[in-house]
């Protein structure tokens, strides 16, 4: 017997001896090493019921997505070119290591702050937010010269491409700059 067969029938074992009256339905997951089973069970009239369906190919598209996922997340932490985003709200929620190197502020210190009134200049705050609200609503721009504030209080001069992040449905979750360092002053 292959070995999922094996566990199909304890399985079945299981809820034939714990059969009691208006026994809830329940879900079991059987995988073999090769295939995968999502099986659910039901007791209809002193019989234990059982439907399968193999979904092997979707557990293996899973598992490619979650390595391809991983290894984009990967190349943004560890891109050479600075990378920070913003939700809709103009919170942080992106900051690479790049990004904390030429700010000082470390990706904990930055995630969920504002970022236009947190680490832009006093001068260019308004401009800033012009161009991440057009970058919200699809309207993105490139090579916008930017001035972030460090840590230290220092200026940091940029050069910002300010793109839109969209989910899977293609609605707009926030915004996404790459920047390049013109220069320190």
């Known amino acids: 017997m292959q070995p999922h067969a094996e566990m199909l029938t304890t399985i079945l074992l299981e809820v034939r001896e714990s059969y009691r009256t208006n026994h809830d339905a329940k879900y079991k997951s059987c995988r073999s090493p090769q295939s995968s089973f999502y099986v659910h069970f039901a007791i209809i009239c002193s019989t234990v019921v059982g439907v399968a369906q193999d979904v092997t190919e979707a557990v293996k598209k899973d598992r490619a997505v979650a390595v391809m996922a991983n290894e984009l997340r990967q190349l943004v932490d560890t891109a050479n070119a600075p990378i920070f985003g913003i939700d809709v709200k103009g919170n942080v929620n992106e ?53 972030i504030r460090t840590k230290t209080n220092e200026f940091r001069y940029l050069l910002v491409n300010a793109t839109t992040r969209r989910n899977a449905e293609n609605s707009i979750i926030g915004g996404k700059e790459d920047m390049a360092l013109l220069w320190k002053i």
């Open 95 to 147: 900051w690479n290591l790049k990004t904390a190197e030429i700010t000082g502020f470390q990706k904990d210190e930055a995630l969920g702050k504002h970022l236009v009134s947190t680490f832009i200049v006093p001068k260019l705050r308004e401009s800033v937010k012009g161009i991440l609200d057009n970058a919200l609503q699809g309207k993105e721009t490139s090579n916008y010269e930017l001035e």
